[in-house]
């Protein structure tokens, strides 16, 4: 099973190969539009030069670099196959795709790369899979939400694709590829970006509109039957593990994980990809490993005990009810 | 100018209310695959149809995982065998291709939710915020775009889609033109536009009753219940419904005249 982990920079490829990961995505900025969706400079390689040294270092670990192209692309489309063309050069040969129109552009004309349906693609059922299959994907990245048990059927039904699983660090509950909340805060259109920034830093609050403290009123066959303040528009916002589940999910051949984090910290990342690593080690052979064993390697590596189940992607792993 | 075809969402099936001046009845869940219609609700539908003369039927699907495929199945069947063209929103290209490949009779709409993937997500709230604050019909002519995504009209037009529902009229305006151009007629909901949906419900298990004796499976808590959020420092009300969360499209319809030919009114959070 592979471990497909965030990469930033050119250093961070040796510790993390050290630490197990087996593969990479990374992002990058385009004519100043960023390909990938998520639009922070810490999240994306500094240049394209860069990029194409990362792609031949890893090369040399024998391993690979997908680049993140699920955000939104307006510019030309010259401009974008050009750039393709410049990181198929360098050896990069796995695409992240969002967008239907960009995945039709580029197999259209690098029809030999691999083509991953991003998260951001929801992907739900067989015949969406084998409509993307048609379209020359090979491999998809399975919507977050998903249940253990709607991760094996879609597998089952579809042996020609594979598909990753998002693991740890898992954040929101929303449809990701449908949700307009993405980093993104109207605030920010009414005052001017900077003082949306400070106000956000004084009064503790995040910049995402989905995030900052709203007045609820809730309300039951047109009554209103509750008021509160300092709400959130949605509720599960700590980062989720989903690591118990990697004894069922190598069980039933899923391709690899994906750990989520581009922003965090190379000393985080490491932490992160051990962590996997160690469970994958641990969960060979073995249709179920406990939870006190997971417990215990990620209390050796954080330091701090697990807070399952309230931190836990897959909480009904432990209990068979999946 | 078109003139505008009026449709009604209906989502509470007991189809009590009288659709005078509608020329369209829509039915079924664009958010939630557990809110799809029964069989019981598709013969009454028609049935409520049949009562009205010259009132089509249109079926909403959403995303759908591989289990309720059978239960599209069921309700197509039906409408096969009562001989009825109705029209099937789709909201995710699997839907579509198995509509498609099933059930040649039926014709097929692009749903909002599948449309807006070709469109930048965060574009819809600072274009809602600056319509909250500028109500100008003005600002949104200036910032009429060519629409890009070509591959995917191409892919529309593979299933031999006609029709595609855009979510908001910040987007109706932006590529009204374009999409008109390309071939396609438009649909636009009001008065809300979505923001977000999730899989994990937020009304499950409100019921103290369901709870205590472990009822499992969807009760459909969610339909009597919504919360509004508001924030001082932003002009908009968020509400959540059902699994979804939705804002208000303050704009008189009439004022726009940009290629929209029909309307569907769905007005279901104010009675819940």
Known sequence: MDVISPLTHIAHIKPLVDAGATEFYAGIRLNGTYLGVRPFKESIFPSQGMLEEAVKEAARYNVSIGLCLNGYY????EKLLKFVYRMIKSGMHIFIIRDIDILCLLTQHFPDNTYVISTLTPCFNSYTVKY?????????????????????????????????????????????????????????????????KLFAMLTKQSRSACKVRYTLRSFFKGHEIERKKD?????????????????????NNIHGVKIIGRTFSLDKKIKDVSFIVR?????????????????????????????APHECHFPTIQTGVM | MKTREKALFIT??????????????????????????QVCDLNR????????????????????????????????????????NIEVVC?????????????????LVCGRSLFSQSLWPQQ???????????????FWRANQKEYQALHFLERLRSFDVKRIDISSISDACTYGYSLSKAGFNLSIYSPYRFLTYTRYCNFASNDKISFRQSVLGCKRECKDRHIVFTRKSIPLKYFMHENVILIEDNFNLNDYNYYIDRIIYYDEIMNS
């Open chain 1, 74 to 77: 307006a510019g030309k489309k």
């Open chain 1, 132 to 196: 993307f299959e048609s379209l020359g994907v090979s491999r998809i990245v399975l919507p977050r939400e998903f249940s253990l048990n709607e991760i094996k059927a879609l597998q089952e039904n579809n042996q020609k694709s594979s598909f990753e699983v998002l693991i740890h660090n898992i954040t929101c509950e929303n449809i990701n590829g449908l949700c307009r909340f993405h980093a993104m805060n109207p605030e920010e259109v009414i005052k001017p970006r900077y003082i949306a």
């Open chain 1, 231 to 251: 709400c959130m528009l949605t509720d599960y916002l700590h980062m989720r593990c989903g690591a118990c589940a990697i004894p069922f999910l190598m069980h």
């Open chain 1, 279 to 307: 469970v994958i080690k641990e969960a060979k052979g073995k249709p179920f490993i406990s939870y006190q064993t997971i417990q215990k390697i990620y209390f050796d590596l954080y330091g701090k005990k697990c807070l």
């Open chain 2, 12 to 37: 509470d099936y007991t189809f009590d209310k009288r659709v005078d001046g509608y020329k369209r009845v829509y039915i079924g869940h664009e958010f939630c695959e557990r809110l799809m219609p």
């Open chain 2, 45 to 84: 539908a028609i049935d409520y149809c049949k009562n009205y003369s010259n009132i089509a039927l249109t079926i909403v699907t959403s995303l759908m995982t591989d289990k309720y495929f059978k239960k599209l199945a069921n309700i197509l069947d039906i409408a096969v065998t009562k001989n009825i």
């Open chain 2, 91 to 107: 909201n995710d290209f699997g839907v579509m291709q198995f509509v498609s490949k099933n059930y040649n009779t039926c014709t």
């Open chain 2, 124 to 138: 819809e709230l600072v274009k809602t915020v600056y319509s909250a604050l500028f109500r100008k019909k003005m």
